[in-house]
Structure formats: structure tokens, C-alpha cells
């Protein structure tokens, strides 16, 4: 997230929260996509992590593409922490450890998003190869050890780091050494919410079966073809999983404000200064008794900005998050909204999604999302392998994808972005696999070569 919300305007009832997620409806004519993605950056001189700071930090890339691009800065305090492109377009911000995000503009079809991030990775390159700056195309950091890695200075990051050791035992990790990629797809109404909602996170780890590539941690393999996937199951258990809860009789809006309500606070933001509440109730906050900041009441902002710090599989927003795949080599980065454009945005495909998922029970799908980091597309569910389900999600997100129907100048549909994955399938061999192979082959024990050969 580029930039936390400012809205001093009060909460003063639940109803309001409902209404602020309704708010994100919009008639199919207008529904976007909106693709971030992270990546890791690393000298190319010696493989070691950019710091913040010098005249060849992260700080002085940020700022070379600001001149760059004309985008507008983002500051914490007087720290240059992003920039942003104007209402609508697109973001650059830092996660925890320096990991570099595009947060993409609203698109309307997946050749706009091909050119966005061609366009971003055209421009970065242009400033990072001064600087002797290369980028990591994989999920997690394959070397560096949690204290080789630096901590970028926004204000937000020292409180979560300050609260993550007393909820689990790997969200420092999660914070400092994984990167992402993510779609953001929008909801017609309530029923259609709840509808794409459930789809996604049933299908949440076929995604992470697809997209796994994060199996080196420390310079050797650890165990897992999605570690960033595993580091989530120790991350948080109060803001993280499969939300069981949206899959109960009546869910909807006023349940999913409910689960967000209970979700312990990170942090309160008043005249730019972030307040540290780690811990406390939002449900206190509302009523002003918050022991920090007695007398200080919800406003819109505080609840925007605590909605951005729960973190399941997916997230509503006012907008759904799809939120289980590693980042990747720069066609997964288009591949992952495509596949969930196609299975989410056409009727018929989303209907099929829904037939396909609907039987699966919760400690089904939970058994499933604690499976898929180590077993990948081998693990099972309702008798049937992952590596099969993906098959026919992949069938249906093109059927889904050719009904939209959305042709580029050159006359191909958006079905051309599915061919990572359905090599993918092809193959049974995900790209940390591919990995694994050339770690214990060519590579001879080293990850060494992933830095020349999984990099921007």
C-alpha cells in the first residue's frame, strides 16, 4: 500500500462501516484492474541487500525515478518513502525490507496491464543500472539472513516489527525477505461479492501451486516450494488464513466488517504522526477508549487504513485483494491477473469456478491451504490433484477470458497471458522446481546464479 489514508471525517456507527465497503459496487461497465507487484533489489556486484540510504540506496533510486516519471512524492517525515502518478494511476512504495512495488493504475484489460509493467520496468532499469541495482524475480530472498536484510523508515513498519514476534514466529520474515504480486477486481454488488469472494479464496492455493517460487532461503533449499505461503501460516492468526467465516449462511458485508472489527490495531495516524495501539480494539477506538489516545474517536481513515492491516487470503477492501501468489519472472506478473480476470470477470466462467469449489468443506479447503507450500500441485483435495484442479481452472479462466473478448492492436485476445501456466500444467513443473533442478544441476549447490538468472 503506497499511502496510508487521510480522512478525518468521524465514524460514528457500524451501519457506516458497511457502507463504506458497499461503496466499492460498481456495474460491470466500470470494473478495473489494479495489479501490484514486489520485487527484491540487490547489487549486482556482490549480491548483497541495497540499504536504504547513500548515494546508491533505495532512497536515491526512488528519487531518480521521480525525475524519471514527473510522479509526485510520498514522504514519512523527511523521508522519501514512494511516489504516485495522480488519482486513478499507479504507485511506487517500500515494503519493510526494501522490496520495490508497483502499485499498478486502474486498467481496463490485461494488454493495458502487459504495458504498464513494461512501461515501469523500462523506466526502473533506466535508473537502477547506474546505480548497479538489479532485481530479484523471485518470492523470497534466496541468501540473505533476516539481519542481512535492511529495514526501510516508514513509520507503520517499526510498529508492525514491534508487534509481530508477540503474534507469531515468522512475520519479520513476511515483513523483510518475501515479495508478492496481487489483482485487485472489482464487485457488482453484495451477492457478487460474496460469490467472487468465496471462489477466490476456495481456489487461493491452486493460485500458489501455480505461481510457487520461493524455495531457497539462506542459500540453501527449505523444504518448501512456497515459503512466502508458509510464512503466512505463522505470520498473524488473527488477520491471516482462509476466513472461514465467508463461507457461513448470510455472510456478507455487515459479517466481514465484524471479522475486520475484531481484528486487533496496529497503529491510530493523527496529523501525520502514527500513534502506536498494537494490540488494542477498534471496537474502543469507536468509542474513544483507547487508553493511548483517550477521547479519540474513529474516523474514516483509521477504519481504511486498519482494513489494509488484516491480511488474508484475500481481502475486501472496497475492491477484492487475491492475495496467494509468489512474484515472479515478469510473465507470471501478467499471468496472475489474467487468470483471475478471466475466472472472475465473465458469468459463466465464475458460475463454473463456483461449481467447481462448492462441495469442498472447510478443514477441506484448510488442509488444502496448509498442503500447497511444501507439496505444491502434488496435494489433493476432494480426491482429486491440485495439479488436475488447476488444469480445469485454467480451462475455464480461458473460456472466461475469450467470452470478454478483448483483442489488442495486433488481434490476439488476453488468453495469450495463460500460456506461463498452461506450460505450467503441461509440464507438472512449477517454477520452483525448475529451480530446485538447476540448484542440484548446473547450478551445483549455489544460489548464487539466481542472481544473474532471476533477475530484472
Known amino acids: 500500500m503506497a499511502r496510508d489514508v487521510s480522512d478525518a471525517t468521524p465514524i460514528e456507527s457500524r451501519d457506516e462501516l458497511v457502507a463504506w465497503v458497499e461503496a466499492g459496487e460498481k456495474p460491470k461497465a466500470q470494473w478495473r484492474i489494479g495489479t501490484e507487484h514486489e520485487k527484491i533489489p540487490f547489487y549486482r556486484a556482490d549480491q548483497s541487500p541495497v540499504p536504504y540510504a547513500g548515494d546508491r540506496g533505495v532512497q536515491a533510486l526512488l528519487a531518480g525515478l521521480m525525475r524519471e516519471t514527473d510522479w509526485e512524492p510520498i514522504t514519512d517525515g523527511s523521508n522519501l518513502i514512494g511516489l504516485f502518478e495522480g ?11 526494501g522490496q520495490f512495488e508497483l502499485s499498478g ?17 523500462e523506466a526502473l532499469q533506466r ?14 530472498s534466496p541468501l540473505w539472513t533476516r539481519a542481512d536484510t535492511p529495514v526501510m523508515p516508514k513509520s507503520r513498519y517499526r510498529i508492525m516489527m514491534g508487534y509481530m514476534p508477540r503474534v507469531g514466529g515468522l512475520g519479520l520474515d513476511m515483513m523483510l525477505r518475501t515479495s508478492t504480486v496481487q489483482v485487485n477486481l472489482d464487485y457488482a454488488d453484495e451477492a457478487d461479492m460474496v460469490k467472487k469472494l468465496r471462489v477466490s479464496l476456495a481456489l487461493q492455493p491452486i493460485c500458489t501451486a501455480l ?68 494490540g488494542e480494539s477498534f471496537h474502543d477506538l469507536m468509542q474513544g477508549k483507547l487508553p493511548q489516545l483517550p477521547g479519540v474517536r474513529a474516523s474514516r481513515s483509521d477504519w481504511a487504513n486498519h482494513v489494509s492491516t488484516v491480511f488474508p487470503e484475500v481481502r475486501l477492501k472496497r475492491f477484492l485483494e487475491m492475495r496467494g501468489a509468489d512474484a515472479g519472472p515478469r510473465s507470471h506478473l501478467v499471468a496472475m491477473p489474467a487468470y483471475w480476470t478471466g475466472l472472475l470477470y465473465d458469468q459463466g466462467a465464475l458460475d463454473a469456478a463456483w461449481d467447481l469449489v462448492k462441495g469442498w468443506s472447510a478443514e477441506e479447503r484448510q488442509a488444502l491451504r496448509d498442503a500447497v507450500p511444501r507439496e505444491g500441485l502434488s496435494a489433493r483435495i476432494g480426491g482429486h490433484t491440485v495439479h488436475e484442479i488447476a488444469r480445469e481452472t485454467l480451462r475455464i479462466a480461458r473460456e472466461g477470458l475469450e467470452a470478454r473478448g478483448v483483442i489488442d492492436r495486433l488481434g490476439r485476445d488476453e488468453t495469450r497471458f495463460l500460456d506461463p501456466l498452461e506450460q505450467i500444467v503441461a509440464t507438472g513443473t512449477n517454477r520452483a522446481q525448475a529451480l530446485l533442478a538447476l540448484y542440484h544441476g548446473r547450478w551445483e549447490g549455489s544460489v548464487l546464479p539466481a542472481f544473474e538468472e532471476c533477475a530484472f
Open 87 to 97: 488519482e486513478g494511476g499507479g504507485a511506487i512504495s517500500l515494503e519493510p525490507g
Open 105 to 121: 493504475g486502474l486498467v481496463s484489460d490485461v494488454h493495458e496491464t502487459q504495458a504498464e509493467l513494461d512501461a515501469h520496468l
Open 127 to 140: 535508473v537502477a543500472e547506474p546505480l548497479g541495482i538489479g532485481f530479484l524475480d523471485l518470492a523470497m
Open 211 to 278: 505461481f510457487a517460487n520461493s524455495p531457497f532461503t539462506e542459500g540453501r533449499p527449505n523444504g518448501f516450494l512456497s515459503m512466502r505461503s508458509q510464512i503466512w501460516t505463522d505470520t498473524d492468526p488473527h488477520r491471516t488464513g482462509m476466513m472461514p467465516c465467508a463461507f457461513e449462511d448470510g455472510f456478507g458485508y455487515e459479517r466481514y466488517v465484524d471479522w475486520v472489527m475484531d481484528v486487533p490495531m496496529y497503529f491510530v495516524m493523527r496529523d501525520g504522526i502514527y500513534h502506536d495501539v498494537a
